[in-house]
């Protein structure tokens, strides 16, 4: 069954004495090897030294005998020497060695080679370093062979091991210690997070989460969650407003529905009554069927399922088109459209669902441009390859502090502008989808009593 922490301070702490361990495994195995070499060198080093001292002191006694000379003062004590003979006869052997030998009688082929340190080990058990060398002395040759203890050696990397293997685990569990301790602190601005989000329900979004350093990544990651938090306040504000006004938008026919027919069937009325009773109804079912049929597009296009027919079409047809659906309503009120512009001028567009928000702009413009006025609509190329369509009523205007929600659905400035045409408040911001469903972009430019232009930009379609 496989090992898993609760939670990240753990896991920091287990992933960094992991690494911590492996780093110092590492690091204490080259130590020991690095200084078992260093002390073998130079015990190497000293058992060479050895031999040819040995060498200086090999002497003959008269009686043919080889002994050692030894200096004033030395006693020899530290090595091990053997003498042969070149045919394997032993010559001389030190007191220390209580008849040990240093290893088997030298074979003929070892006669003037000078050998190589090797290890090994007394019948008592002592661990010795042998070294082998040929010597000449008085037309005779002579097999030396001198050997130093390797206990001090051996000693030292016991020592060496022994200190590793308990401060490497001591090191390892301090350093686990220190590192939760200090992942602990890390990750306490986390854990007061979570504590702050917990208590961010849907009625408190107004809430954010403190941040104690915004330049560090936590401080960045608490930033981007109170943008988060923004967006979500902006996105629940925005839903609670729209279910406000669509009820309200719908009660308002309805209600009007129901009063005129519990007024009708008060009194008993003649049939031109009950016509007028039920023309007034039909008004009212009518405006709540485009209510209903607007807020079935905006949902439909929020949930991205209208698709768009594109195609290559004339922007200053398509106006013509629009300007030919509202006519009649224009000539109501003695007003008239002046269309110029490039015919030439094309998109790459869907043609019915573009029409309808020239058609909802122009509605805009006949509702709020007074009687006998004229209404401009301008196509033409812009920069960078764009198609501009501006529309230009002689209304009362915009003030400033309402433009930049005038797209907002059900959105009205009431003071400048009337609602007898019963509009619903959502032509606007069907319109701005439509335009950026195409990757266009519509900007308002008004002034108080100055008239309202509305500037349509899309992509011009490739020649």
């Given amino acids: 069954m496989r090992f898993r922490a609760r939670n990240v301070r753990s896991r920091l702490t287990l992933w960094y004495m992991g690494v911590l361990a492996a780093l110092l495994v590492v690091y204490g195995a080259g130590s020991f090897l690095f200084l078992s070499v260093s002390l073998r060198q130079q015990l190497d080093h000293d058992l060479q030294e050895d031999v040819e001292t040995v060498e200086g002191q090999v002497a003959t006694q008269p009686d043919g005998s080889v002994t050692l000379r030894l200096h004033h003062g030395e006693t020899g004590v530290h090595r091990f020497v053997e003498i042969w003979s070149a045919d394997?006869?032993?010559?001389?052997?030190?007191?220390?060695?209580?008849?040990?030998?240093?290893?088997?009688?030298?074979?003929?082929?070892?006669?003037?080679?000078?050998g190589k340190p090797v290890s090994g080990r007394l019948p008592n058990g002592l661990h010795i370093r042998t070294n082998t060398s040929t010597h000449h002395l008085l037309g005779r040759t002579l097999v030396l062979r001198v050997a130093n203890r390797e206990e001090t050696m051996r000693s030292q990397l016991r020592q060496f091991a022994t200190v590793l293997s308990i401060g490497l685990p001591l090191g390892i569990f301090l350093a686990g210690f220190g590192g939760y301790a200090l992942a602990r602190k890390a990750l306490a601005p986390i854990d007061a997070m979570s504590r702050e989000t917990q208590?961010?329900?849907?009625?408190?979004?107004?809430?954010?989460?403190?941040?104690?350093?915004?330049?560090?990544?936590?401080?960045?990651?608490?930033?981007?969650?109170?943008?988060?938090?923004?967006?979500?306040?902006?996105?629940?504000?925005?839903?609670?407003r729209f279910t406000a006004d669509a009820s309200h938008e719908l009660r308002t026919p309805l209600t009007a529905i129901r009063s005129v027919g519990e007024v009708a069937l008060q009194d008993s009325r003649n049939a031109a009554e009950y016509r007028d009773v039920i023309g007034s109804m039909l008004e009212d079912v009518d405006r709540l069927t485009r209510l209903v049929e607007s807020l079935l597009s905006l949902s439909r296009a929020d949930a991205n399922h209208i698709r768009l027919d594109r195609a290559d079409i004339s922007l200053f047809a398509v106006v013509e088109e629009a300007v030919a659906m509202l006519e009649?309503?224009?000539?109501?009120?003695?007003?008239?459209?002046?269309?110029?512009?490039?015919?030439?001028?094309?998109?790459l567009a869907d043609r019915l669902i573009l029409r309808h928000a020239i058609v909802n702009l122009l509605d805009n413009a006949i509702k709020y441009s007074p009687a006998e006025s004229s209404i401009f609509l301008r196509v033409h190329q812009g920069e960078g390859n764009t198609a501009i369509l501006d529309v230009i009523d002689q209304g009362p205007g915009i003030p400033m502090e309402h433009q930049p929600y005038v797209f907002d659905r059900f959105?009205?400035?009431?003071?400048?502008?009337?609602?007898?045409?019963?509009?619903?408040?959502?032509?606007?911001?069907?319109?701005?989808?439509?335009?950026?469903?195409?990757g266009g972009e519509i900007t308002l430019i008004s002034k108080e009593e100055r008239g309202t232009t509305f500037r349509v930009?899309?992509?011009?379609?490739p020649r």
Avoid: C
Avoid at 413 to 437: F, P
Avoid at 457 to 461: I, K, N, Q
């Fill in 457 to 461: 930009s899309l992509p011009e379609a």
């Fill in 411 to 438: 959105y009205r400035v009431d003071k400048a502008r009337t609602r007898e045409w019963g509009g619903t408040g959502l032509g606007l911001s069907i319109t701005r989808w439509a335009v950026e469903a195409h």
């Fill in 88 to 114: 394997g006869g032993l010559l001389y052997r030190t007191p220390q060695l209580d008849g040990q030998a240093l290893g088997a009688p030298p074979l003929a082929r070892e006669t003037g080679e000078r």
């Fill in 199 to 240: 208590k961010i329900s849907a009625e408190d979004l107004g809430a954010r989460l403190s941040i104690q350093d915004p330049r560090d990544e936590l401080g960045r990651l608490g930033a981007v969650l109170n943008d988060m938090l923004g967006r979500l306040q902006g996105a629940f504000e925005q839903l609670r």
């Fill in 328 to 347: 009649v309503l224009a000539e109501e009120k003695r007003q008239t459209f002046d269309v110029q512009g490039e015919r030439d001028v094309t998109v």
